[in-house]
């Protein structure tokens, strides 16, 4: 299963895009992980209903920041693979809504746990006209080996938006893309959707632990 650490972090990059879409302009895709998680990580450490377990008040603060900030439907498209072009506009809009209904899940259980981390940025190689950039973070815990996190964002209309994260090396999308392929060949893409839809993906992330 995706590890708590893992997915945990990650909600905590989600939140700390919260307050972006009030602002004028967007924020270099650097600027905005950097100014706002400090801000967030006081939240997950004084929030006495997160720190209590409280699924349902993490299920809306994830559903509140993710559409806005991530490319679900590229985040899709990308881990289906070449089976996407098969699939019928209808079937394409059940997967993203499946896909997006399953990271919901995993990032609010995970929010719930949080523990702590610390997050090191590293500098932005970008130039000007760069429409596809990487944002690279190493997480620290108290007794885990540091991990690498980074978040892979593309330039659209309404600013920066993330369509991949890779961990220690490994694309999200690219290792959701395997356990999907095995899917679609036993049961074809509404058979994907149904085991989706009934949380039954799991998919093993580097956790950095020593």
Do not use: C
Request: negative net charge; charged residues 25%.
């Amino acid at each position: 299963m995706v590890m708590k650490f893992f997915v945990g972090l990650l909600s905590v990059f989600l939140i700390s895009t919260m307050s972006a879409t009030a602002q004028a302009a967007s924020p270099a895709p650097d600027e905005l992980v950097r100014k706002l998680s400090e801000e967030v990580l006081d939240i997950l450490r004084t929030d006495e209903q997160l720190r209590q377990g409280d699924t349902s008040r993490a299920v809306r603060l994830v559903e509140e920041v993710v559409l806005p900030h991530f490319d679900f439907r590229r985040m899709t498209m990308l881990a289906v693979g070449r089976d996407w072009r098969q699939a019928s506009p209808e079937q394409q809009e059940r997967l993203m809504e499946a896909f997006y209904g399953m990271l919901i899940r995993t990032y609010s259980n995970a929010l719930t746990q949080y523990k702590d981390q610390t997050v090191d940025f590293r500098p932005l190689r970008m130039n000007p006209d760069d429409t596809t950039v990487r944002v690279q973070t190493s997480i620290r815990q108290s007794g885990a080996q540091a991990i690498s996190v980074d978040y892979v964002l593309e330039r659209s209309d309404d600013g920066w938006r993330i369509f991949d994260v890779v961990v220690a090396g490994v694309s999200l999308v690219t290792n959701y893309r395997g356990t999907f392929s095995q899917e679609i060949r036993v049961g074809g893409i509404d058979g994907l959707i149904q085991s989706l839809e009934r949380r039954e993906i799991r998919v093993d992330i580097p956790t950095g632990q020593s």
